[in-house]
């Protein structure tokens, strides 16, 4: 069996958290104003695509919905289908950009289910690199990421801009 460990997730699972705080996904949806400082690189009148602020790997995007919900039943079968497409569009602009191996496209449902913020759906896209596993994140509690976070968005932002 293999295992992916995250140990530099660390930051983001120790952060202060405030029960009276806006949802971060409902927060990135209604600030349209500022979608490179909130990572935002695509949105339409329901979904949009944001990069993941503590990533997995280079280019960890995730697809929201704007609509602040825990459960896929609430979603239109419009958003459902949009999520599928645009997870599609999100593999072929890595694929083009950063050439990865392979995939890993899913949500984590509930908190029982791994979700780290489980009260807004989200869909997970998450380019591999068949060397992207090896001694640094187990052995030095470290993750080495290629490229910063604005770098990379700066480099998929314009490709994004093409969606329809």
């Not at 202060?16 to 695509?42: I, P």
């Not at 596993?133 to 604005?150: A, R």
Request: with cysteine; glycine share 6%.
């Amino acid at each position: 069996m293999d295992y992916l460990w995250a140990p530099w997730r660390m930051e983001y699972i120790r952060r202060e958290r405030n029960d009276n705080q806006e949802c971060v996904f409902c927060a990135k949806w209604k600030d349209k104003k500022n979608d490179r400082k909130n990572l935002v690189l695509f949105r339409d009148e329901d979904i949009y695509v944001v990069m993941n602020l503590y990533p997995y790997t280079n280019g960890h995007l995730l697809i929201c919905s704007n609509q602040h919900t825990d459960s896929l039943d609430v979603l239109s079968q419009k958003t459902m289908n949009r999520v599928m497409s645009l997870s599609r569009e999100c593999m072929s602009i890595l694929k083009t950009a950063m050439n990865p191996d392979g995939f890993n496209f899913g949500a984590n449902l509930g908190k029982a289910g791994g979700a780290g913020i489980a009260e807004h759906i989200h869909f997970h896209v998450v380019p591999r690199w068949e060397s992207d596993t090896n001694f640094m994140p187990v052995i030095g509690q470290s993750k080495v990421i290629m490229d910063g976070l604005y770098d990379t968005y700066d480099e998929l932002k314009p490709q994004f801009d093409n969606i329809k």
